[in-house]
């Protein structure tokens, strides 16, 4: 069973730097594409970041030109690099990948649990 596990959140003062990571246990057949959400409280979850499996990038406007996207297919995990955050980067960032299982099943969408961001000083 694939499991998605974050780390790296926490509190950093407005200006700061922050890196997430995401890392799957479990076995894939292939990984499609990766990226971060966000939802702070009483919004609705939003894309940040994603990467497909050729390294194509998109992001949110934003947060263009201070965040970046990186993936390391060996290990399955996916990061966020969080430079110049903002006090309104603060939410629960949540990672998400497409891909098949080792079963070569359908292409599914699976979540992690999500990781706490707290910009403030």
């Known amino acids: 069973q694939v499991q998605l596990v974050e780390s790296g959140g926490g509190l950093v003062q407005p200006g700061g730097s922050l890196r997430l990571s995401c890392a799957a246990s479990?076995?894939?057949?292939?990984?499609?594409?990766m990226g971060w959400y966000r939802q702070a409280p009483g919004k609705q979850r939003e894309l940040v970041a994603a990467?497909?499996?050729?390294?194509?990038?998109n992001y949110a406007d934003s947060v263009k030109g201070r965040f970046t996207i990186s993936r390391d297919n060996a290990k399955n995990t996916v990061y966020l690099q969080m430079n110049s955050l903002k006090p309104e980067d603060a939410a629960a960032y949540y990672c998400n990948f497409v891909g098949q299982g080792a079963d070569r099943g359908p292409l599914r969408t699976y979540w992690g649990q999500g990781t706490q961001v707290t910009v403030s000083s």
């Open positions: 990467i497909t499996s050729g390294g194509i990038t």
């Open positions: 479990g076995s894939f057949f292939r990984i499609d594409a």
